[in-house]
């Protein structure tokens, strides 16, 4: 009954407070100059595989513009929006979103209930556009803890989205890095006892096989909005290899403008993985990937 009820309020939430206009991505041609400028881009490096971003500064964003705080996690679907659509257009394969983590559990039961209304509800609304956009929806997390009409809706666009290969949209739902490395080790654990593994092979592989992003490379490119010089519980095995970029920008002012520039800042970088720099091949890239370095 309770669950029920939430999920009716947060329903209610997403229909009064949060109306959504539609994804576009690509299927609104760029403006002449965006397009220039993503060609140049793809130019003049490598254009990271996997893109992961905390997403902060909504909350300080509202309070700048005299509102509360769901006033920020409200415009902040719009930098979703453009920055799913501008990566899918420079060709990054999977873009990892921070959108909820368990320590989020913790604020006001009214704020949480708004952003469960805003990423779970709105993406529901917007599967069919990531269908046809041939964007993968998936989540990481403990999303058994969502109502079960929310479980169910985010499920079906899922479902929905699976088969699709252009890029894949992943959000981090109630999801915290502790938690992913803590119900992988129970796992690995488990099968040990049951024989399945033998405890001398474990090793850096294995583990990664056993988190929740097993199907995901690890990210190349970490962006954290707001300015904060913190890992905030997100991706802590996955990131181990990762280039930071730290932006004073609040997130619902961040958008493809500031990605590219990310990218362009990424681009610059020797990414050495351990060797030196007589190791690295002519486009700065490291000849082993990241998850074989021991």
């Known amino acids: 009954m309770i669950k029920r009820s939430l999920c009716a309020n947060l329903n209610g939430f997403a229909k009064q407070l949060f109306v ?4 576009k991505l690509s299927t609104k041609p760029n403006q002449l100059n965006d397009s220039e400028l993503q060609d140049a881009l793809k130019q003049d490096g490598c254009i990271p595989e996997h893109i992961a971003i905390i997403m902060d500064g909504n909350g300080r964003w509202a309070k700048k513009q005299g509102g509360f705080r769901l006033l920020g996690h409200k415009q902040g679907v719009e930098s979703v929006r ?3 659509e501008s990566c899918a257009q420079l060709g990054v394969k999977f873009l990892t979103l921070y959108a909820f983590s368990t320590e989020n559990w913790q604020r006001p039961s009214v704020e949480v209930k708004g952003l469960m209304s805003i990423l779970v509800h709105a993406l529901r609304v917007e599967a069919n556009t990531l269908n046809k956009n041939n964007i993968r929806l998936q989540s990481i997390g403990q999303t058994d803890r969502f109502p079960e009409n929310c479980q169910r809706e985010l499920q079906e666009a899922i479902d929905l989205t699976k088969d699709n290969d252009r890029m894949t949209l992943c959000l981090a739902l109630s999801y915290s890095g502790r938690w992913d490395i803590t119900q992988a080790v129970q796992k690995i654990a488990t099968d040990a006892k049951k024989g399945i593994i033998n405890p001398e092979e474990i090793d850096d592989q294995l583990v990664s096989d056993y988190l929740t992003t097993a199907q995901i490379p690890d ?9 904060e010089f913190r890992i905030s519980n997100f991706l802590l095995w996955q990131l181990a290899y990762s280039e930071f970029y730290i932006t004073d920008t609040f997130w619902p002012d961040f958008r493809r403008n500031e990605l590219y520039q990310a990218i362009r800042n990424f681009q610059k970088r020797e990414r ?4 030196i720099s007589d190791q690295i091949n002519q486009k700065g ?7 074989n370095v021991s």
Request: hydrophobic share 35%; proline share 7%.
């Open 272 to 275: 050495r993985f351990g060797k």
């Open 82 to 84: 453009d920055i799913t």
């Open 219 to 227: 990210p190349d490119l970490i962006i954290r909005t707001s300015g």
């Open 285 to 291: 890239q490291a000849l082993n990937s990241p998850r």
């Open 20 to 23: 959504l206009k539609k994804l």
